[in-house]
């Protein structure tokens, strides 16, 4: 009896150590994500107490606000350009001040377009013409249309015509243009234009091409060589589900060393390697708004407002180099649809527009 008496004991002992213990994190669900794959806080755990930031000032659009990429802003902040509809069912562009009140600076014909660094010069796809804004008057003209551009800086564009044939391959250019002289200031050919996004990155340096012929690459051409300076294979989450094509609402930081792409999730990419560095939390969604110049910050909304005490539009400025939450933009209406942000270079200025025209302007400035 003892001998069992003994045995008994041990291996309780030995089944106590053994034994886990019980684990105190909650289980994951709806309610209670699992923390995000690039290892940083869900969003959940400071939504509530992250600053919120009301509109400093507010304005109407005399019609609705165009598609994705329709909202730009200086990179002073002092002027914003949206692109709308117009009463005879065409598009223009619309400049606006914002130093104090916001006070409309006309109409231009288009629908893709830039602002010069500076926010004087102005450049649409209606007749590939540059306009100084103050005037009204085209300073320049390129020779033929685009679907995506940019100022290099205040005397250079880059422009480049995407195809929407992807089964046939064929060859594209990335038009350069001296606004100054009104003359070629650098054109280059590229072998396959089968892209959905180009978008200028390093400071305007480079071009980045996010290819979509059953693939998901970017190539990235230097606009001083004019040549392509890399091409990156952004890295598949799922060894199971390859990347096929870029998704939709790509977008880069200004100085390149982060992409973003909505490929089954919102993932971000090292500019150089492809490789994930992280991932949206549970509780946010990707936009077309994308990144706001200058930094890491990314414009988010938020899944499931209402358990956070938000409105259905509100913005989320989310670092995603700490991958955490930073702030929240409020005071778009819950009717509001569709709405876009865009910022300065500096971050401090972000203007939203909703669907519906309705535009607020934000400081950032005290945002950390």
């Known amino acids: 009896m003892l001998r069992f008496a003994l045995l008994t004991a041990a291996l309780a002992l030995l089944l106590g150590c053994n034994r886990r213990a ?15 794959a ?42 914003v350009g949206i692109a709308h509809k ?23 014909e288009g629908s893709a377009f830039a602002l010069s660094p500076s926010g004087k010069l102005l450049v649409t796809n209606r007749r590939g013409e540059i306009y100084d804004i103050a005037s009204k008057k085209p300073i320049a003209k390129m020779p033929e249309s ?25 060859k594209g250019k990335i038009l350069i ?20 996004v180009a978008l200028p990155a390093k400071n305007g340096r480079e071009f980045l091409l996010f290819m979509s012929n059953n693939k998901f690459e970017v190539e990235c051409y230097d606009l001083h060589t004019k040549q392509l300076a890399r091409t990156v294979k952004p890295e598949a989450p799922d060894p199971k589900r390859p990347n096929t094509s870029s998704g939709i609402w790509s977008t880069i930081t200004t100085d390149g060393s982060v992409f973003g792409s909505d490929v089954h999730k919102m993932h971000f990419y090292d500019g150089e390697t492809g490789k994930v560095v992280g991932t949206l939390p549970p509780d ?9 110049p200058g930094g890491s910050r990314y414009l988010a909304k938020v899944n499931n407002s209402e358990k956070f005490g938000l409105g259905p539009m509100a913005f989320v400025l ?13 005071g778009h209406a819950s009717t509001d649809k569709e709405v876009l942000a865009a910022g300065s270079a500096d971050g401090k200025v972000i203007v939203s527009v909703s669907k519906q025209g309705d535009v607020l302007v934000y400081d950032a400035s005290s945002v950390k």
């Not at 400071?46 to 990429?69: G, I, M, N, T």
């Not at 685009?146 to 064929?170: I, K, L, N, Q």
């Not at 946010?284 to 706001?292: D, E, I, Q």
């Not at 989310?318 to 409020?330: G, I, M, S």
């Open 318 to 330: 989310f670092d995603c180099k700490t991958q955490k939450p930073v702030a929240v933009l409020t």
């Open 284 to 292: 946010l969604w990707a936009t077309g708004s994308g990144f706001l």
């Open 177 to 196: 243009w001296d606004v100054q002289k009104n003359a070629d200031g650098g054109t280059f050919e590229i072998p396959d234009n089968r892209f959905s």
């Open 86 to 108: 117009t009463p005879d069912s065409g598009v223009g562009i619309q400049l606006w001040d914002l130093t104090g009140e916001p006070k409309s600076l006309g109409l231009f």
């Open 22 to 36: 019980p684990d105190s994190s909650p289980t994951p669900s709806p309610d209670n994500p699992a923390p995000s």
């Open 38 to 79: 690039g290892g940083g806080a869900t969003a959940t755990d400071s939504l509530v107490s992250l600053p919120k930031l009301q509109p400093k000032a507010k304005f109407k659009l005399p019609d609705e606000r165009w598609f994705d990429h329709s909202v730009q802003v200086s990179a002073d902040g002092k002027r």
């Open 146 to 170: 685009f679907s995506h551009v940019c100022f290099r800086d205040e005397g250079t564009v880059a422009a480049t015509t995407r195809s929407y044939d992807f089964p046939r391959h064929t």
